[in-house]
C-alpha cells in the first residue's frame, strides 16, 4: 500500500500544484508551507514513539566501510550525472519555456506534464 500510496501522491501532487499555480503561485507555497508546519507538529507529537539506537562506532569505520563498497561507489557516480539531468528537466526547462513563450501557464503546463 506504501508504493501505490506514492505513486498516487507523485501524480496527483504535481497536477493539484500546477492548477495551484495557474490560480496563483501564492496559493501553492502557503499550502506546502502549511502542511510542512502541520507534519513538524504531528512528528513532534510522536517523536516519543520512535525508537533511537545509539551506538558509539566511529567515522573512520564508517568511511571505510564506504570506500570498500565498490557497487554502491559506482551506483552514487551515476546518479550524481542523473541527478544533474533531473534539475535540468524539473528546473531549467519550465523557466525557458517562460522566457520563450512569456506565458506562466505554458511553463506550469511544462511542470504538470512532466510529473
Known amino acids: ?3 501505490l500510496s506514492f505513486n498516487c501522491g507523485a501524480i496527483i501532487g504535481p497536477i493539484a500544484g500546477g492548477f495551484l499555480l495557474l490560480l496563483d503561485p501564492l496559493y501553492a507555497f ?4 502549511s502542511l510542512m508546519l502541520l507534519f513538524a507538529f504531528i512528528f513532534y507529537l510522536l517523536k516519543n514513539h520512535f525508537q533511537v539506537t545509539t551506538e558509539n562506532t566511529s567515522i573512520t569505520l564508517g568511511i571505510q566501510a564506504i570506500l570498500q563498497n565498490k557497487s554502491f561507489l559506482l551506483f552514487s557516480f551515476i546518479m550524481i550525472f542523473f541527478y544533474i539531468m533531473f534539475t535540468q528537466l524539473t528546473v531549467a526547462l519550465p523557466l525557458h519555456m517562460k522566457n520563450i513563450s512569456n506565458s506562466n501557464q505554458l511553463a ?3 511542470i504538470t506534464i512532466n510529473a
Open 1 to 3: 500500500y506504501l508504493n
Open 30 to 33: 502557503s499550502l506546502t508551507g
Open 108 to 110: 506550469t503546463l511544462v
